[in-house]
């Protein structure tokens, strides 16, 4: 089967350009990308609107096994295409965890049920608890693309330096949550002037710094390769710059809700806006969008966290936090492009190249021979979006009845269309 698209603004990442042109798939790869329609290819008009590869997003919460109700494999499955996201890659943070290979085993063929690509992460430790290591060559064959246990910070030094001593050895990559424990224990609001006015149990910025120095020591003695998965605070980034600089194999990420949104969105203490860590001052804000153009910040992610009603209907600090966002994903990151913080290309190099070859996978690039999953939006279209429009069995966003720009107009895993008109 070709397929020829035309009329298209490309967005490469690679090349880090936006300009028109033309792409053919065929069998399902990207067979060139300019030049034009082979005969007897399916034409495609773009209509002048972007064409860019596939969001791999890094970080999603499934519900399965344990919390089905919140979102199962088939509901992310169609919210990421909806999204654009043509590859999800699922954290182990579920019930019971994902930290054997038969569990991962388990959530692969449930996965088969989605419309794009699911890769998985396993825990990093046995039922997240930070006691006993994974057996982590199993559950490397068995497919696990990285190892972490999600927002639970390990504080045995000794297990993690071990941890990523046989990692080392694998060529395993290490995903860490960098926080000090002691300080952030309870918190769920930053430091400062609103979070004492609001009266909420409050964590200085100092303690994400504390655990990113912390993780970059034993990744510097030990040689691991390990990831960060969330940076949201200026004071981090010299670190990681000084990582960077020592040739350390580091990278970092971020999720979309702090980098468009800051400490003063919480308001009348909607819990919509909870999350961890929690959500950082303005300053921070802007520090991170353009440790993101400079590339010391490499991931953005929606960190979809699919919660129920009855766990956000809670007084603000007793609510569960995270938000949805498989969705709202592409349109968030509007939001940078439109105010000028990043180019359309630097945006998907965060959301879809580097993801991609941080993970070792076949997806993220506009070239010749790339598998072909692809998205097609507009980036100005204007919506107020409604939460009970989305996908995900559960709607808990941050964005509902925001005014938003950027809507998805088709997306292509393999070079079938699995959303838009004639999906």
Not at 75 to 103: H, K, N, Y
Not at 120 to 149: N, P
Not at 348 to 358: C, E, F, H, I, Q
């Amino acid at each position: 089967m070709i397929q020829h698209f035309h009329n298209a603004r490309l967005i490469d990442p690679e090349a880090l350009t936006y300009e028109p042109g033309s792409l053919t798939i065929r069998d399902g790869r990207i067979e060139a990308v300019g030049g034009d329609a082979p005969e007897g290819a399916e034409l495609i008009d773009a209509g002048g609107k972007c064409l860019a590869p596939g969001i791999v997003d890094w970080g999603v919460k499934i519900g399965e096994p344990g919390e089905r109700h919140k979102e199962s494999f088939r509901s992310a499955g169609r919210a990421a295409a909806a999204g654009g996201v043509t590859t999800i890659v699922a954290r182990p943070d579920t019930l019971p965890p994902i930290d054997d290979p038969e569990a991962l085993e388990f959530a692969a063929r449930r996965a088969a049920d989605a419309p794009v690509n699911i890769r998985h992460m396993a825990a990093l430790t046995k039922s997240r608890e930070g006691r006993e290591m994974v057996e982590m060559g199993f559950l490397q064959d068995a497919g696990a693309v990285a190892f972490s246990d999600g927002v639970r910070t390990v504080t045995d030094t000794r297990l993690l330096s071990r941890c990523m001593t046989y990692a080392r050895g694998l060529g395993a990559l290490i995903v860490g949550h960098p926080q000090d424990v002691g300080l952030s224990r309870g918190a769920v609001a930053t430091s400062g002037k609103f979070a004492s006015l609001y009266g909420l149990p409050a964590v200085s910025p100092m303690a994400e710094v504390m655990g990113l120095d912390r993780d970059l020591a034993l990744a510097a003695m030990t040689g691991c390769r390990w990831h960060a998965d969330q940076v949201t605070v200026a004071a981090s980034l010299p670190a990681l710059r000084r990582a960077r600089d020592a040739g350390l194999d580091v990278s970092a990420g971020i999720s979309i809700h702090h980098l468009t949104l800051n400490e003063f969105d919480v308001g009348d203490y909607r819990t919509f806006f909870r999350f961890t860590p929690p959500l950082r001052s303005e300053d921070d804000r802007m520090a991170m969008v353009q440790a993101v153009a400079d590339g010391v910040i490499d991931v953005i992610a929606s960190f979809h966290t699919p919660q129920d009603e009855e766990s956000k209907r809670l007084p603000f600090a007793e609510a569960a936090p995270g938000a949805v966002g498989l969705q709202t994903l592409l349109p968030a990151a509007m939001r940078l492009y439109h105010q000028g913080g990043l180019t359309l290309p630097q945006i998907w190099r965060a959301m879809s190249l580097n993801p991609a070859r941080r993970l070792g996978l076949d997806a993220g690039r506009l070239a010749a021979g790339a598998p072909a999953d692809l998205v097609l939006f507009d980036p100005d279209a204007p919506f107020v979006l409604d939460r009970f429009t989305l996908l995900s069995k559960s709607k808990n966003t941050p964005f509902d009845g925001a005014r938003m720009q950027g809507r998805v107009l088709g997306t292509w895993v393999a070079g079938t269309r699995v959303f838009g008109e004639t999906a």
